[in-house]
Structures are given as C-alpha cells and as structure tokens.
C-alpha cells in the first residue's frame, strides 16, 4: 500500500511539472531553441531580430489561462506590472506584440509568416511547428 | 502569399484585439498610434499661488517599412496659467515640437535615431510627463543641468545577448529644431550613455557629454543613476556635475545636484513618496546651494491616471509649497 501512494505521488509530482505549452516559430525557422531570457526580451520589444530575420511576437488574448502561465512563467510579471511596462512604451513610441484571439489563430500565423512567434499548448503541435522552448 | 497572411494578420489583429485601455494610445494601424495627455497642478506657499494647466500634448508614431519607423509630438506648455498671487493669468496655444524623429533598425545593437529626440540621460528625464512621474515637481538637477532634448542623430542599442545593456551615442551640431522651446539653449551637444539592467530589480547607468550654449558656455558633464525596484518599494537616485567655462566672464563655474527617491507602494493604487534633493549652484560669482525635502502621496486609480499630492520643505522657507496636480495620458 505504501509503495502504491509512493508511486502515485511521484508520478503525480512529474505530472505537474510536465510542460503544458510551446513557444513556437514555424518548421523553416533557423532559430533551433530560445532561452526563456531571449523569449521574454523578444516579447518585451526588446530584442527585434535574430539570425536576421525581423521578429513578429504574437500574444494570444488577455482572458486566455496561456497568456497567464506566458506572464508569469516567462515574462516574470504580473498583468499590474506589464500595464505599467506598456504604458512607459507608449510613451517612447513602442506597442506591445500583436493580439490573437485565439492560439489556433497564433498556430497558423506561425506556420505561414517566417519571423512570427507565438506560444500555443503542447497538443496542438503539429509538424508545420518547431518548439523553440517549453513551460 | 506571405503578403496574404500578413495582411490577415493584420486584419485580424484590427478585429479580435483587446479593446483600448486608457494609457496605451489609440491604434489606428501599425503605421499609426496616437496618444495625448496633460496635466494640471496647483501650487502654494509664501512664494507661489498659482494653477497651471501644462503639458497639453498629443503625439502620433508607427512602423515604417523596411525597418524604419517615426514618433512626431507636439506641446503647448504651460498651456494655462492663473497667478493668484499676481492676479494675472496667461494662455498659451502654440504647439511645440517636443519630439521629432525617425528611427532606423538595421540590428538590436545599431539603431539610428535622426531628429530631435529626448536626451537619454537618466531616469527622470526620460519620463518627463506629469503622469509617469511619482512627485508634481520635478528635482532640480532634472531641470538645469543638461538639455533635455537633442536635434542630431542617436546610435542606440544593445550590447549584450541578453539586451541587459544598452547604449546610446548621440550628437547634435545644430540649434534645437524648436530652440525657444528647450530647457538649454545650445548648438552643440555629444554624449554617450549606458544603462545596465542588473536584474528584474537592479538597474544601473551612467552618462557623460559635453555641449556649448547661447551664451557661450563650454559645459562638461558626468552622470550617474541607479535604480531598485521590487514592490512595493522603489528606490531611485541620480546624481550629476557639470564643470562650465564661461567664455564671456572667463572663469570656471561648476553645478553639482542630484536627488533620492524612495516610494512605497501601500497597494497598487497608492503610494507614499519622499525625496531628497541637492543642487549647488556656483555660476557668476554666485553660489547657491539648495537642500529640498519632499514628501507626497499618489493615487493612482488606474496607472494612466494620477492623482498626486507633496509637500516641498526647501533650505530657503520662502520657497516651502505644497503641490497637487492630476494628470492622465491616453
């Protein structure tokens, strides 16, 4: 008995740390993996080029649970935080990345415009994709 | 069919992005953003009575192609002016090139700024509007010690993987392209500037330059900042000195100022400020030397909208006020 609860709580513990989503670019895309320190100056309009391609950042929707686990697990900072962040921008000239209302929007934007990043949950993945890193 | 996916890209983002939240422009296309914002603040003491409506602005910015994209704002400041203790009031419509510029991205280490761009020295000066401040006022070091602006081209970018430190080159051999509107008027103005982001929390930089003005004065300066910031507090400082030949008197003249600033945020929407600032001033056979204590609260109901109250205690009681100003950006 007290093996089983061991072996469910260590399989549970590797359940919940398991990746549940991907930063993606599209299969042609030279970039073969991304720190989550590049990803975060990528989204933050900090870093606009790598490997001279012209980076396109897409954010999905702010209501979505992803963008959430993106704000907290890559960017490192709460929505109150970011406003405050996109709003100095403004100010300098710089908007935030662009929109999507959904992660299936982001998953073919992705595949068809070379430079276009995104972040889509890992079942969605297909072979049109590369995975660039995962949380 | 990149061009097509683009442009539903594009014709998407117009359909399905989020709606627009006060503080972050009005995004007409990627070739258009807008934005304004102003302020109004009234001050009191023995030496000051006076309601100002200021800092009437609107500016319009986007990308270009080919990498290139521009900012263009205008200002009419102090659009308003009522002097109680004068009995006077005054209006001001004109509408000032505050920025002007256009921006060339060849790589996130060399950007090429062309035009008249604020000079990026500093914390406080790249925030100069009411609204994105902490205090009504602003320290003195902010306001005479080095031109706000410069009219001439900027080299900036990253140095580093990691875009933790930034740089910035810039030069100006020209008058200002609106020279009645600047802090200083010069011809002349070159500098570099370096900024390191130690961590989320750390930052750190500093600046040197030299620049000539009107009235024939050789000034060199050194500048040091730095920053913490982890909620809920945010400690801030900046200190600079000027060494100043003055070709008409001839001699040697010298500036020293600088402030720190702490604020602790009670929750996101208010927050309690304290500064302390120092400015000698040793120009024309004068010194003057100034210690200024403030302390001040700000509501912010939203971060767009700020609501902000302080009291100044100066080395010269004459000049204790109180200051309270609203201000909003869109």
Redesign the interface.
């Known amino acids: 008995m007290l093996l089983k609860i061991l072996v469910l709580t260590i399989f549970l513990t590797i359940g919940g740390f398991a990746s549940e989503y991907a930063v993606i670019m599209n299969a042609h895309s030279k970039i073969e993996k991304l720190s989550a ?2 990803i975060k ?1 990528i989204f933050l309009m ?4 790598m490997d001279g391609v ?1 980076l ?1 950042p897409l954010n999905s ?2 209501s979505l649970q992803i963008r959430d686990s993106f704000e907290k697990n890559i960017l ?2 709460n929505r ?2 970011l ?2 962040y ?3 921008k ?4 710089i ?2 990345p ?4 959904s992660v299936k ?1 982001i998953k073919l ?1 992705v595949k ?3 430079g ?1 990043i995104g972040y889509i949950p890992i079942k969605l993945l297909d072979s049109d994709l590369k995975v660039l890193y995962e949380f | ?2 061009y097509f ?2 442009f ?3 014709f ?2 117009y ?4 709606k627009y ?1 006060l ?3 009005y ?1 007409v296309n ?1 070739a258009l ?1 807008m ?1 304004a ?1 102003f302020s109004l603040d009234y001050a009191n003491g023995e030496s000051i009575d006076r309601l100002r409506l200021d800092d009437v602005a609107v ?1 319009a ?1 986007g990308s270009l192609p080919s ?1 290139f ?1 521009y ?1 263009a704002e205008f200002e009419a400041a102090p659009f308003y002016v009522k002097d109680y203790k004068n009995e006077t009031s005054q209006t001001n419509t004109t509408l000032h090139k505050e920025r002007m510029y256009l921006n060339y ?1 060849y ?2 280490m060399f950007n090429f700024r062309l035009g008249k761009f604020i000079t990026p020295i500093g914390y406080w000066n ?2 100069p ?1 009411n609204v ?1 401040r902490d205090t009504s006022s602003n320290p003195l070091y902010s306001e005479d010690m080095f031109p706000k602006f410069t009219t001439g081209m900027d080299t900036y970018g ?1 140095l580093d ?3 933790q430190i930034e740089y910035h080159l810039f030069a100006q051999f020209t008058d200002d392209i609106d020279k009645d509107y600047i802090n200083i008027q010069n011809d002349l103005f070159i500098g570099i500037s370096l900024d390191y982001e130690v961590s ?1 929390e750390i930052d750190m930089g500093s600046s040197v330059g030299y620049y000539e003005t009107y009235e024939k004065k050789e000034i060199s300066l050194a500048e040091a900042n730095a920053k913490y910031d982890n ?1 809920p507090l945010l400690l801030q400082t900046e200190w600079a000195y000027t060494n100043i030949q003055n070709n008409i008197l001839h001699v040697n003249e010298y500036q020293v100022g600088g402030y720190l600033q702490g604020m602790y945020s009670i929750n ?1 929407k208010n927050a309690l400020v304290s500064r302390y600032e120092y400015f000698k001033d040793r120009q024309k056979d004068v010194m003057s030397e100034n210690h200024i204590g403030i302390i001040g609260y700000s509501y912010r109901p939203m ?2 909208v700020s609501f902000k109250g302080e009291y100044q205690f100066n080395s010269d009681s004459y000049l204790d006020k109180a200051i309270i100003s609203f201000s909003v ?1 869109f």
């Open positions: 320190k590049q100056s900090k870093k606009h080029f012209k396109i929707a702010a490192h900072k109150d935080k406003n405050k996109w709003i100095k403004h100010f300098q000239g908007q935030p662009v929109v999507q209302a929007a934007f068809n415009v070379d276009a | 069919m990149r996916f683009i539903i890209l594009f998407t983002t359909l399905f992005a989020d939240e503080g972050h422009g995004k990627s953003n934005g914002y500016l910015y990498n994209s900012l991205s790589s996130d790249l925030e509007i994105l990253y993987e990691d875009e989320d909620y996101p971060y767009a950006l």
